[in-house]
């Protein structure tokens, strides 16, 4: 499904998204990765919902996002609450949902040049 925004150019813009695959810019992912408006972190470990910890969203913290999107697979699944302690103790917000709908938002916030982070599942399984 081909999802980018005219108005999102030069920033990392989500173009298209499939099950298990990503493309931003002209670049395609098959692996969990973490995107921000100016740069990819692309060696991001979890495989799944169930794997995230507070850790894994260490990353993103020194880029100070307004907001965080976290797309766990094909269908939302809610991690341990205990995993984003850390962003509500800085009042960063979060939302957590399907992949698709993940990339959608992302490339809204983007739009409206928000500082906003996408956290992307990717797992092995979808391919």
Not at 28 to 57: G, N
Not at 72 to 92: C, H, K, N, S, Y
Request: charged share 20%; glycine share 4%.
């Amino acid at each position: 499904m081909k999802i980018a925004l005219d108005n999102a150019s030069g920033v990392n813009a989500i173009k298209s998204y499939e099950p298990g695959r990503v493309q931003i810019r002209e670049r395609h992912f098959t692996s969990s990765l973490i995107v921000l408006p100016k740069q990819l972190l692309t060696d991001w470990q979890p495989r799944s919902a169930h794997q995230l910890c507070a850790a894994d969203l260490q990353p993103i913290l020194e880029h100070q996002p307004e907001v965080v999107i976290i797309g766990t697979g094909e269908t939302q699944e809610v991690p341990d609450p205990a995993v984003f302690t850390t962003l509500m103790d800085l009042r960063i917000g979060f939302e957590v949902m399907s992949n698709g709908a993940a990339c959608r938002t992302y490339n809204i916030l983007l739009a409206e040049d928000r500082r906003a982070a996408l956290a992307l599942i990717l797992s092995d399984e979808a391919h």
